[in-house]
């Protein structure tokens, strides 16, 4: 993880923890659109023996009903759904920067070089180098990291839902 930050600037660093921060906060959304489709299905399915604490608590200090957590349970999954959608097209753009920052380092970094440097090397290396590379860190590596840390918060607040 250390190598990956240090061969990112300092600008694309911090939106990179910016978005690690909104993954969390999907994965909080993740949990509570969990939590409150439990009792939905308990309605559903009739059964008053397995009563969820949380609906339990509501529904006794807050009075809240069973359409009242309908209407929340919408609310949290289509503002979910939709901070989804605008995390992928801030993480698509973020590596798309990141891929387009790097070809252009290594690029400057080869027109810098001495042309007895190019004679001696194979072209395609500089094109692999250029083009395969730098998409192999930013759309896999990067992506990878990314799509790792939202799947282990949404594990965790799983994990911490069952403990509820």
């Known amino acids: 993880m250390k190598k990956i930050l240090n061969i990112l600037s300092l600008e694309q660093k911090k939106i990179f923890l910016i978005l690690i921060f909104?993954?969390?906060?999907?994965?909080?959304?993740?949990?509570?659109?969990?939590?409150?489709?439990?009792?939905?299905i308990i309605f559903f399915s009739n059964s008053s023996t397995a009563i969820n604490p949380i609906f339990k608590y509501l529904s006794n200090y807050i009075n809240i009903n069973i359409f009242n957590f309908f209407i929340i349970f919408?609310?949290?999954?289509?503002?979910?759904?939709?901070?989804?959608?605008?995390?992928?097209?801030?993480?698509?753009?973020?590596?798309?920067?990141?891929?387009?920052?790097?070809?252009?380092?290594?690029?400057?970094?080869?027109?810098?070089?001495?042309?007895?440097?190019?004679?001696?090397s194979n072209s395609s290396k500089f094109i692999a180098n250029l083009i395969i590379e730098v998409e192999k860190f930013s759309y896999r590596v990067l992506d990878s990291v990314l799509v790792f840390v939202v799947e282990l918060s949404i594990i965790l607040s799983e994990i911490g839902r069952a403990h509820v």
């Open 74 to 120: 919408f609310i949290i999954f289509f503002f979910k759904t939709f901070f989804s959608i605008y995390l992928s097209l801030k993480k698509n753009k973020f590596i798309k920067n990141v891929n387009d920052y790097l070809s252009k380092i290594i690029f400057s970094q080869y027109l810098n070089k001495k042309y007895e440097f190019f004679l001696n």
């Open 22 to 40: 909104l993954s969390l906060i999907i994965s909080a959304l993740e949990f509570f659109v969990l939590l409150t489709i439990q009792p939905i």
